[in-house]
């Protein structure tokens, strides 16, 4: 995968199904299947082995908190992401 493919959220930390202590808003599982785009690679300690992917959907809209500076983005596993191109329909 490199930053500007297109990709499918497939897993969360690496499962389908949110823990049953996860909060609402940070029920990021619910984004499983949706589509984005990569705009960066992680490369600081944190961001190791992550994506800065931006989703077609609204993040904030599903209720789920977004503190990145761009609008629907989220840092994601790489491991969590199929790379391909992808519609919602695929």
Not at 8 to 25: K, Q
Not at 64 to 81: A, G, K, Y
Request: glycine share 8%.
């Amino acid at each position: 995968m490199k930053v500007g493919d297109r990709v499918r959220l497939a897993s969360m930390l690496g499962t389908t199904s949110p823990p049953s202590d996860v909060e609402a808003h940070e029920n990021y599982w619910k984004l499983i299947g949706e589509a984005g785009q990569l705009l960066e690679e992680g490369t600081e300690n944190d961001f190791l082995g992550r994506f800065l992917v931006r989703f077609d959907e609204n993040v904030t809209s599903l209720g789920l908190e977004c503190h990145n500076p761009i609008p629907n983005t989220l840092w994601i596993l790489s491991t969590d992401l199929e790379a391909k191109g992808v519609s919602k329909s695929d």
